[in-house]
Nanobody, 120 residues
Framework: QVQLVESGGGLVQPGGSLRLSCEAS????????MGWFRQAPGKQRELVAR???????NHEESVKGRLTMSGDTAKGTIFLQMNDLKSEDTAVYYC??????????????WGQGTLVTVSS
């Protein structure tokens, strides 16, 4: 089992910055990759960025240049640096980890989410 806890959300003005953190606990060595998702009011949850166990990152086109993911899956720690925030970035941000359970089957873990509100 893997457990995830996010932190760093809050209220920020347009053009401002925030840094989200996610820390995993439990079977960290079974983590395959980790990612950040977000869910805006009235919309479906969407992928923001993902990092593999080799440190390769992949960001959605809509956030490239403004939101940057970093971290180390071996340590179970990832970050999301968010710059030049816009109102459309307002959402609950979730940390995700894909891992192998005790049977070797793929499994997902989710954090509780952290709210980011971009407003003047």
């Amino acid at each position: 089992q893997v457990q995830l806890v996010e932190s760093g959300g809050g209220l920020v003005q347009p053009g401002g910055s925030l840094r989200l953190s996610c820390e995993a606990s439990g079977s960290i060595s079974d983590i395959v990759d980790m990612g950040w998702f977000r869910q805006a009011p009235g919309k479906q949850r969407e992928l923001v960025a993902r990092i593999t166990s080799r440190g390769w990152t992949n960001h959605e086109e809509s956030v490239k240049g403004r939101l940057t993911m970093s971290g180390d899956t071996a340590k179970g720690t990832i970050f999301l640096q968010m710059n030049d925030l816009k109102s459309e970035d307002t959402a609950v941000y979730y940390c995700n980890a894909r891992y192998r359970d005790y049977l070797g089957d793929p499994a997902d873990a989710w954090g509780q989410g952290t709210l980011v509100t971009v407003s003047s």
